[in-house]
């Protein structure tokens, strides 16, 4: 996976764009509930931006794929805790996951991939940075 600067834009673009593609698919709700959020603005995105990392992350997982064979590509663990490690201002993780939640809310159905995203950005986020290594943990 590419690596972007530490609460930038497209870090928080990559999270939001994986909470509507964990499942499998990216639903009109989920893109309309992200607008609501006005998450974008907040960071300084605009819709180019996260059109942009919406490809690059799926570049990235397909580049990444260690189950080619099938017809779903997983992130393990560290990988997503590595995205989730790139949000580390306490407002812009609070702002970021509220804007996950309302994706992953926003069709009606929270999908147990969804859910696992849910939960990982719960505990990752929850750690206090100086506590020690986070996986050791989990």
């Not at 607008?35 to 942009?52: C, M, Q």
């Not at 939960?119 to 100086?130: K, M, Y």
């Amino acid at each position: 996976m590419r690596t972007y600067p530490l609460d930038s834009k497209n870090a928080v673009c990559r999270l939001l764009a994986l909470s509507m593609i964990v499942d499998g698919h990216m639903a009109p709700s989920e893109l309309r509930a992200m607008e609501h959020s006005a998450i974008l603005e907040r960071v300084g995105a605009d819709a180019d931006t996260f059109d942009a990392v919406v490809q690059q992350l799926c570049e990235d997982m397909l580049a990444n794929a260690t189950r080619l064979d099938s017809a779903e590509i997983e992130l393990d663990r560290h990988a997503i805790d590595g995205l989730l490690g790139e949000v580390a201002d306490p407002l812009l993780r609070m702002c970021t996951l509220k804007a996950m939640l309302d994706v992953v809310h926003a069709d009606r159905l929270i999908d147990s991939r969804e859910h696992l995203l849910i939960q990982r950005a719960l505990r990752v986020w929850s750690t206090p940075a100086d506590s020690g290594d986070v996986l050791r943990r989990a």
